[in-house]
């Protein structure tokens, strides 16, 4: 069974705060992704890795980074968080062959104040 | 142009009706298409995939026309634990990304 785990479920911050995001997944999948959800605009692509040391810009990476030292750690960091980042996190990871699809974790629910 | 569209809904029907969703998406070279299913305040997981030759899995059918870039889910006999959102994911041509619609809300009405 695949398992994405996100480092927390609810996170409460203050604005100008660091907040780390962390994503594990126990599959070996090459790829990971970070997304958030809002009401009314779906998922929408942060940052992803298809490999270890390596990221791609999604749609909105503004504002956040991101960390993959190891191939099963995907980490998301918002430098100076602003109350515009209030959100569901998603983390997904998938393997690079085949027609597989995508498995998330459970999500992380951000407020900043 | 967005990759997926979905008509958001709401659909609201009562308990044993036949629900349809559709979804299209805009590049023709897509690899492979899926529904997911998000519970509220949960995370999407796969309901399916969608297969050229149509696939079932006991009361949910999906079809993929490729002439029309268009992906269906069907729901038969509909449950009250089928209320949810579902989401049309299309895997790109390359393989790395994902591209969702916004999603479909159903509400099954006792």
């Known amino acids: 069974d695949v398992k994405v785990t996100q480092s927390s479920r609810y996170l409460v911050k203050r604005t100008g705060e660091k907040v780390f995001l962390e994503c594990v997944q126990d599959m070996d999948h090459e790829n990971m992704f970070w997304y958030r959800q809002d009401p009314g605009l779906g998922l929408r692509l942060i940052y992803f890795s298809y490999d270890v040391k390596m990221k791609e810009k999604g749609d909105i990476p503004e504002g956040y980074s991101v960390s993959r030292e190891k191939k099963e750690r995907f980490s998301l960091i918002l430098e100076s968080a602003s109350t515009n980042q209030t959100s569901m996190y998603l983390c997904?990871?998938?393997?690079?062959?085949?027609?597989?699809?995508?498995?998330f974790g459970p999500g992380t629910r951000l407020l900043v104040l | 142009r967005k990759e997926v569209e979905q008509d958001p809904g709401p659909f609201n029907v009562p308990e044993g009706a036949t629900v349809a969703f559709n979804c299209t998406y805009s590049?023709?070279?897509?690899?492979?298409f899926f529904w997911y299913r998000q519970d509220c305040r949960k995370e999407p997981k796969l309901l399916m995939s969608v297969y050229s030759s149509g696939n079932e899995d006991g009361r949910f059918t999906a079809q993929l026309n490729r002439a029309s870039q268009y992906i269906s889910l069907l729901i038969r006999d509909s449950k009250l634990s089928d209320s949810a959102t579902y989401l049309c994911?299309?895997?790109?041509?390359?393989?790395?990304?994902?591209?969702f619609g916004t999603g479909t809300s159903l509400t099954v009405i006792p």
């Open positions: 590049n023709s070279a897509s690899q492979s």
């Open positions: 997904a990871s998938n393997s690079r062959s085949g027609y597989e699809t995508q498995y």
């Open positions: 994911v299309v895997r790109s041509n390359t393989g790395n990304q994902f591209y």
